[in-house]
């Protein structure tokens, strides 16, 4: 089913974007120098972006997507030079698709503290070193403070609609609070307003995994000897966030204890489910990069919509756009109850609203048609609202 993992040929600057890589359908923007929650400075902050359809004349028919944790700006479109995968998003998005870019103008930028053209740990510092070691710690806020940098730039006065799953639903979240003049209507999916215990239990299993390889070197991989950086760390934490991504229900159902083909597990050979979870690491160590992963699981971590707003109730009560919550109904990771407590202390919200899947968290990549149904509905929502 799944080849033998092999991290041969990679290298840490493998896992990131380069200046020297092919662009793909990126575009860059500066947005200036940034001082973060923390107090520290990035200077000449670039993000990189992708935009699909056409900007009216009123700049009225402007959304956003947030991507997630591993994702990027390429929300859509095939892969090939200068994008490593296909769109994460790919039938969401398109003309006559539910988000129709006949209709609607639609942008999504890599993320602060990303390795696809956003500056992050891999970008290049001022003394012309990569970050490392010593870039910043960023918070969902940091992140948004450039997102809305980035909509200046465009002249985007206000999104109709902005939408994520997971840490993109967060930095939804944060837009709404922060800036409720500039965001029409929002989609929340499979996220929360305040990360669990449960969940930075397992944000730092992660991390600890990726800190502990050799390779890691503190942080500081990029320019190692030997060319090679954190891959073993980075499949490890790969594999533990794929078993909260995915329910014990699916994997039971579609490996069983099979025995991975041509090996036997009671000759040292590997389960089939084994071989999955390898299959996932190699993947992800291919793409992304290990100091990203860290800054922007501890974002996710940080993460509390209520802090020094006098509490989620007071926070989440601000909102009044429409909001649509959507959860998963078997999510691990975030629960439906955390989606529960949106809608209840939202008055923008109008009920949950629910994915069936037996894919977990991940069913907000795998259930397209039940994601569009609800896109639909938050654009409803937000056209009802405009012609009120």
Same mark, same amino acid.
């Given at each position: 089913?799944?080849?033998?993992?092999?991290?041969?040929?990679?290298?840490?600057?493998?896992?990131?974007?380069?200046?020297?890589?092919?662009?793909?359908?990126?575009?860059?923007?500066?947005?200036?120098?940034?001082?973060?929650?923390?107090?520290?400075?990035?200077?000449?902050?670039?993000?990189?972006?992708?935009?699909?359809?056409?900007?009216?004349?009123?700049?009225?028919? *402007? %959304?956003?997507?947030?991507? @997630?944790?591993? +994702?990027?700006?390429?929300?859509?479109?095939?892969? !090939?030079? &200068?994008?490593?995968?296909?769109?994460?998003?790919?039938?969401?998005?398109?003309?006559?698709?539910?988000?129709?870019?006949?209709?609607?103008?639609?942008?999504?930028?890599?993320?602060?503290?990303?390795?696809?053209g956003?500056?992050?740990?891999?970008?290049?510092?001022?003394?012309?070193?990569?970050?490392?070691?010593?870039?910043?710690?960023?918070?969902?806020?940091?992140?948004?403070?450039?997102?809305?940098?980035?909509m200046?730039v465009?002249?985007?006065?206000?999104?109709?609609?902005?939408?994520?799953?997971?840490l993109?639903?967060?930095?939804?979240l944060?837009?709404?609070?922060?800036?409720?003049?500039?965001?029409?209507g929002?989609?929340?999916?499979?996220?929360?307003?305040?990360?669990?215990?449960?969940?930075?239990?397992?944000?730092?299993?992660?991390?600890? *995994? %990726?800190?502990?390889?050799? @390779?890691?070197? +503190?942080?500081?991989?990029?320019?190692?000897p030997? !060319?090679? &950086?954190?891959?073993?760390?980075?499949?490890?934490?790969?594999?533990?966030?794929?078993?909260?991504?995915?329910?014990?229900?699916?994997?039971?159902?579609?490996?069983?204890?099979?025995?991975?083909?041509?090996?036997?597990?009671?000759?040292?050979?590997?389960?089939?489910?084994?071989?999955?979870?390898?299959?996932?690491?190699?993947?992800?160590?291919?793409?992304?990069?290990?100091?990203?992963?860290?800054a922007?699981?501890?974002?996710?971590?940080?993460?509390d919509?209520?802090?020094?707003?006098?509490?989620?109730e007071?926070?989440?009560?601000?909102?009044?756009?429409?909001?649509?919550?959507?959860?998963?109904?078997?999510?691990?990771?975030?629960?439906?109850?955390?989606?529960?407590?949106?809608?209840?202390?939202?008055?923008?919200?109008?009920?949950?609203?629910?994915?069936?899947?037996?894919?977990?968290?991940?069913?907000?990549?795998?259930?397209?048609?039940?994601?569009?149904?609800?896109?639909?509905?938050?654009?409803?929502?937000?056209?009802?609202?405009?012609?009120?």
């Open positions: 089913m799944y080849g033998p993992l092999s991290y041969e040929g990679l290298t840490p600057a493998s896992a990131a974007w380069r200046e020297s890589d092919p662009v793909g359908d990126r575009k860059f923007v500066d947005v200036g120098d940034l001082v973060t929650e923390s107090g520290d400075l990035i200077p000449q902050v670039r993000v990189a972006y992708e935009t699909w359809g056409t900007l009216n004349a009123a700049r009225t028919n *402007a %959304i956003y997507i947030c991507h @997630a944790l591993t +994702g990027d700006s390429h929300v859509t479109g095939p892969a !090939g030079p &200068g994008h490593v995968t296909s769109g994460w998003w790919h039938g969401l998005v398109g003309p006559g698709c539910d988000i129709d870019t006949d209709e609607w103008f639609v942008v999504c930028a890599n993320v602060l503290g990303g390795c696809q956003t500056t992050g740990p891999s970008s290049k510092a001022p003394d012309g070193r990569p970050w490392g070691s010593r870039f910043p710690v960023v918070t969902v806020a940091d992140m948004v403070e450039v997102e809305r940098r980035l200046d465009l002249d985007i006065p206000s999104w109709a609609l902005m939408l994520g799953p997971s993109g639903g967060m930095r939804v944060e837009w709404m609070v922060r800036h409720p003049d500039r965001v029409r929002g989609l929340v999916l499979g996220s929360t307003a305040a990360v669990t215990a449960d969940e930075i239990a397992t944000h730092s299993v992660q991390i600890r *995994a %990726i800190e502990s390889d050799p @390779a890691f070197r +503190g942080g500081d991989y990029y320019d190692a030997d !060319g090679q &950086g954190p891959h073993e760390g980075m499949g490890l934490a790969r594999r533990i966030a794929h078993l909260t991504y995915r329910t014990d229900v699916e994997l039971d159902e579609r490996f069983g204890r099979a025995a991975q083909e041509g090996e036997d597990p009671h000759a040292g050979g590997r389960f089939a489910v084994e071989s999955y979870l390898d299959h996932h690491a190699d993947k992800l160590a291919r793409r992304f990069d290990a100091n990203t992963y860290i922007l699981t501890r974002a996710m971590s940080l993460f919509l209520g802090r020094g707003r006098g509490g989620l007071a926070a989440l009560g601000s909102i009044t756009a429409p909001l649509t919550v959507v959860g998963i109904d078997s999510d691990r990771l975030f629960p439906t109850r955390l989606q529960q407590q949106l809608v209840d202390l939202t008055p923008g919200a109008d009920r949950l609203h629910l994915i069936l899947s037996l894919y977990g968290h991940d069913g907000f990549l795998v259930e397209d048609e039940q994601v569009g149904v609800f896109v639909a509905h938050a654009l409803h929502r937000v056209r009802r609202q405009d012609h009120a």
